[in-house]
Nanobody
Framework: QVQLVESGGGLVQAGGSLKLSCAASGLTFSSYAMGWFRQAPGEERGFVAALQLSGGGTTDTYYAPSVKGRFTISRDSAKNTVYLQMNSLKPEDTAVYYC???????????????????WGQGTQVTVSS
């Protein structure tokens, strides 16, 4: 049974930082694309960042334009955990953040929620102005 468990959300002031964690179990971690999505009230779930271990052993990363340069996605394969370091947070970053795992067949797949078969329960991030 695949499980994704997020943690690390909370309340932070604008300009602050948070680091989210997603612990994965029940899947071969290195074989999956791992992504972060977020959903604010009244909005659709949107792509934040994703990563994939490439065939050459490097990690390919992908970011939404709104977070590029502020957020960093990373992984610890030994711990089956993916992280999202969020710096310079803005009030518009307020949302429930979800971790997801799936199989991406090309670069465009990483950005779409439909690519991901498995989802965590979400963790709330609130950025006050």
């Amino acid at each position: 049974q695949v499980q994704l468990v997020e943690s690390g959300g909370g309340l932070v002031q604008a300009g602050g930082s948070l680091k989210l964690s997603c612990a994965a179990s029940g899947l071969t971690f290195s074989s999956y694309a791992m992504g972060w999505f977020r959903q604010a009230p009244g909005e659709e779930r949107g792509f934040v960042a994703a990563l994939q271990l490439s065939g050459g052993g490097t990690t390919d990363t992908y970011y939404a334009p709104s977070v590029k340069g502020r957020f960093t996605i990373s992984r610890d394969s030994a711990k089956n955990t993916v992280y999202l370091q969020m710096n310079s947070l803005k009030p518009e970053d307020t949302a429930v953040y979800y971790c997801a795992a799936g199989v991406a067949y090309s670069k465009t797949y990483y950005y779409h929620a439909g690519t991901y078969n498995y989802w965590g329960q979400g963790t709330q991030v609130t950025v006050s102005s």
